[in-house]
């Protein structure tokens, strides 16, 4: 088995990095989702969830360049076209949302799209013993729990 510059199977890396690049395509749409509710949202709870949908665009910015890195760090090439990420991506499009509801059932249904494909790296990283790239998802799967349960609170919704 050929091992890459850290330590893990070239071929397991390279299987992980593309997994990694469609779970950057669906975070990338989420993200545009996310400004698009944060800009065009109205209503009596506008200056609530305008602040909570700007937290959460930061942190999905974030978490963008971590898994690009990622890819990078085990030899892949992440996705930075719109194209790639229009053709990768399962997170459904938000447009013209403005009313409150619909915009948290947009988020409910991009993270659960997202936490789908981060439970499928998260086994592949386990199988790879890419440690890394594991704990990597299981931060991300434990913070979007937790999102999609308050959301759902929010919604007087059963999860």
Do not use: C
């Amino acid at each position: 088995m050929k091992l890459n510059s850290i330590g893990l199977s070239a071929e397991k890396s390279n299987a992980l990095s593309k997994d990694l690049n469609m779970l950057l395509a669906n975070f990338q749409r989420y993200y545009q989702n996310l400004r698009g509710i944060h800009w065009n949202i109205k209503g009596k709870r506008f200056f609530d969830l305008h602040l909570k949908f700007e937290e959460l665009y930061t942190d999905a910015n974030l978490k963008v360049d971590e898994i690009a890195e990622r890819i990078l760090t085990l030899g892949g090439v992440p996705y930075h076209t719109f194209e790639d990420y229009t053709a990768h991506s399962k997170v459904p499009v938000g447009k013209n949302v403005t009313e409150d509801e619909g915009a948290i059932r947009l988020i409910v249904e991009s993270l659960k799209e997202l936490l789908i494909i981060e439970r499928l790296i998260l086994d592949a990283s386990a199988d790879a013993h890419d440690e890394g790239t594991n704990s990597m998802m299981s931060d991300f799967i434990t913070e979007q729990e937790k999102t999609v349960w308050m959301m759902k609170a929010w919604l007087a919704e059963e999860i």
